[in-house]
């Protein structure tokens, strides 16, 4: 099982940034996928999750609104599309298969990618 995220990059406050994580050696169309995020000296934390039919997501409230999850299953990726950018959304943005339990939680997830740091500064 491979998942490679990139996309990330430097960027002012308030730009736009797309994620992507492609996956391979799973059953991608049947998995959950998620994004988490580590700023430094920081835990990792929640920031988005996309159900395996592409018909639920949900965001932590400090992205709501902000930021949008998605897939393309023909392509076996994931997306984190992240507008309106704050210094604070800093961090190493990593994907995740989900594999049970609460979405929130770290533990819940089985494979995860590399990560790919986002740095929002002016």
């Known amino acids: 099982v491979q998942l490679q995220a990139f996309g990330g990059g430097l960027v002012r406050p308030g730009g736009s940034l797309r994620l992507s994580c492609a996956a391979s050696g799973l059953t991608f169309r049947h998995s959950d996928m998620g994004w988490f995020r580590q700023a430094p000296g920081k835990e990792r934390d929640f920031v988005a999750v996309i159900t395996w039919r592409g018909d639920n997501t949900y965001y932590s409230d400090s992205v709501k609104g902000r930021f949008t999850i998605s897939r393309d299953d023909a392509k076996s990726t994931v997306y984190l599309q992240m507008n309106s950018l704050k210094p604070e959304d800093t961090a190493v943005y990593y994907c995740?298969?989900?594999?049970?339990?609460?979405?929130?939680?770290?533990?819940?997830?089985?494979?995860w990618g590399q990560g790919t740091l986002v740095t929002v500064s002016s």
């Open positions: 995740a298969r989900f594999m049970g339990g609460r979405y929130y939680s770290s533990q819940s997830y089985d494979y």
